[in-house]
């Protein structure tokens, strides 16, 4: 009998135990609140006042003409939690400077893709932005403003680097383990983010929320098949990340209501962005998103070893994928916006002064805009690397006629 008891006894605290582990996990599941923890006194707070004109995303895309990405700048980071103004020049960058700006729009350049990451630049464990980083990035965004350029600021180097990590200060990781971390963390940065930067700002600027959300460090970092689980997930928290960011924007009203807002899928692959997994964030500003995609296409004339010509294998490559999300975003109303594309240096100039002609003058009969990136590295001892572009410090081009014929083709 004792034993029987026993055994009853044991069965009840394990179903109790067994309980209070599931209770335990739904609240971790919903312990994320919509609500802000950063430091109220801290704030830059946007005292601007300007109207925003009511063009559409497919109208302010078609404007954009080609683009170039202020690469390894505010995007750069070191390991300390703020890492300060010199993280600027951390990965080898000059500091930027108006004149630089000013010398790009002089050049053709109509469009300014400043990335930007936030993770290393919190001042405690509220997220507060440190003040000096925020108007550190307002003053480059504004001189670019003043030129009547385009601007795209995002949440660039912000994916967590370490396989599903959920730490504070590590930014965002998308698996369900890492929601929670990655929510407070995204709405926190960006109710910052929309503070400073709103009604001083026209259309002329554009929010982007992400940059390559991928799960970093594992197998499947860039790519994976449509019937992959865990890729699969990782685009279902994608979305929640676009849309809890989306909202966010939307909800501080003012400019911000009806700005435009770029989007990524999985890694910002486009192919991905085709999955039926991926979708698009609802919004309630009408026609004002647009898809932000990357395309180093194809990998083995922009990036890998495979070949250094331009010829009509990597023509049709091209094609394939501005096709197919041509059919699948640009289509419904969804512009498209390259935000990052570009050829390595294997001495092929010529070849890759096609490739760009092709690739933006294509791009810009369906609609898309692109931006090209630029590491101010053009012979990389990393020979995927050599995307140097634009020398900062000489305000000159690297290979004027490849940059030259790309905004040929986009005009």
Request: proline share 3%; hydrophobic share 35%.
């Amino acid at each position: 009998m004792k034993k029987h008891l026993l055994k009853i006894q044991t069965i009840l605290v394990c179903i109790f135990l067994l309980s209070c582990e599931l209770a335990c996990a739904k609240k971790n599941e919903n312990s994320f609140k919509a609500e802000p923890l950063y430091s109220t006194e801290k704030l830059v707070v946007d005292t601007g006042s300007k109207s925003i004109a009511s063009k559409t995303a497919s109208q302010i895309v078609a404007d954009m003409g080609f683009g170039w990405n202020l690469g390894n700048t505010l995007d750069a980071y070191t390991a300390s939690l703020n890492g300060g103004l010199s993280t600027e020049n951390a990965w080898g960058m000059p500091t930027t400077k108006q004149e630089m700006i000013r010398d790009l729009k002089q050049k053709g350049i109509k469009t300014i893709r400043i990335p930007i990451s936030w993770h290393c630049h919190i001042t405690d464990r509220n997220y507060t932005i440190d003040q000096k980083w925020m108007n550190r990035v307002k003053q480059i965004v504004d001189w670019a403003i003043e030129e009547d350029m385009y601007v795209v600021i995002n949440c660039h180097h912000d994916n967590s680097l370490t396989a599903n990590t959920c730490s504070y200060g590590s930014g965002y990781y998308p698996t369900k383990k890492c929601s929670d971390e990655s929510k407070r963390f995204l709405y926190n940065i960006w109710s910052q983010i929309v503070i400073a930067f709103n009604n001083g700002y026209d259309e002329h600027l554009i929010f982007e929320t992400m940059n390559e959300p991928r799960l970093a460090n594992l197998s499947n970092e860039w790519w994976f098949n449509s019937g992959d689980k865990t890729g699969t997930e990782a685009t279902k928290m994608i979305n929640e990340y676009n849309q809890l960011i989306l909202d966010v924007i939307r909800k501080s009203g003012g400019n911000n209501a009806t700005r435009v807002v770029m989007f990524p899928s999985y890694a910002a692959n486009p192919q991905l962005a085709m999955y039926d997994c991926f979708e698009v964030p609802h919004d309630t500003a009408k026609d004002r998103l647009a898809l932000s995609a990357h395309m180093y296409t194809p990998y083995r004339f922009a990036m890998g070893e495979g070949t250094s010509v331009f010829d009509e294998g990597v023509k049709s490559e091209l094609d394939g994928i501005l096709d197919g999300i041509k059919w699948k975003f640009q289509d419904e109303g969804i512009p498209v916006v390259i935000g990052e594309m570009g050829a390595t240096n294997k001495n092929n100039d010529t070849e890759r002064a096609k490739w760009f002609t092709y690739f933006v003058g294509t791009a810009k009969d369906y609609g898309m805009s692109c931006i090209v990136w630029d590491n101010m590295s053009p012979n990389n001892t990393q020979k995927s690397e050599r995307y140097g572009y634009y020398n900062r410090r000489n305000l000159c081009w690297y290979f004027p006629e490849i940059i030259q014929a790309a905004i040929d083709a986009a005009k």
